[in-house]
């Protein structure tokens, strides 16, 4: 989990999944910013704007409400301003991956040569059924989907 410790919905979020004894590791971005591929992996599924938190007080110091920048310039200043991050950005692990933290996930990642898109519920992944459009010829994995996924998976536009 990308947060920030003092930030009301980080801690809301981490006593979330602690309630539910769900094991967390939080990075926290005023030790550590995230980096530009983290980033666009957020990005590639939510977009930019969706990361972009326009109510913070360090967007109206910055006075940014104005900017007109492109997806890869206000990547950059995020990179650059974590507290310009809406926060909690979260990233959910299957059990079965052997990794506690976001240190040992990259790695095992690597080693296994794993893609993966960060996404809302299984299956809607709009991303990785362009990687790997086979998937969409399997009748009954498709069946799987939640219906607003089905049709926008299958829509030819």
Do not use: C
């Not at 409400?65 to 310039?73: F, G, H, I, N, V």
């Amino acid at each position: 989990m990308f947060g920030i410790r003092r930030s009301a919905d980080t801690r809301a979020a981490l006593r979330f999944f602690s309630e539910r004894r769900i094991k967390t590791h939080l990075v926290d971005l005023n030790e550590r910013a995230a980096s530009l591929g983290e980033l666009r992996r957020f990005a590639q599924k939510f977009g930019v704007p969706a990361l972009i938190d326009r109510n913070s007080k360090r967007f109206a110091e910055l006075g940014l409400a104005s900017a007109r920048l492109s997806d890869e310039r206000w990547l950059e200043t995020l990179s650059l301003e974590p507290l310009l991050l809406r926060v909690p950005l979260v990233l959910v692990v299957h059990p079965s991956v052997p990794a506690k933290n976001l240190q040992e996930l990259v790695a095992y990642i690597k080693a296994h040569h794993i893609s993966f898109v960060p996404t809302i519920a299984n299956g809607e992944s709009g991303y990785y059924y362009v990687e790997h459009p086979e998937f969409l010829n399997m009748g009954p994995k498709l069946d799987g989907f939640y219906a607003r996924g089905r049709t926008r998976l299958t829509d030819p536009a």
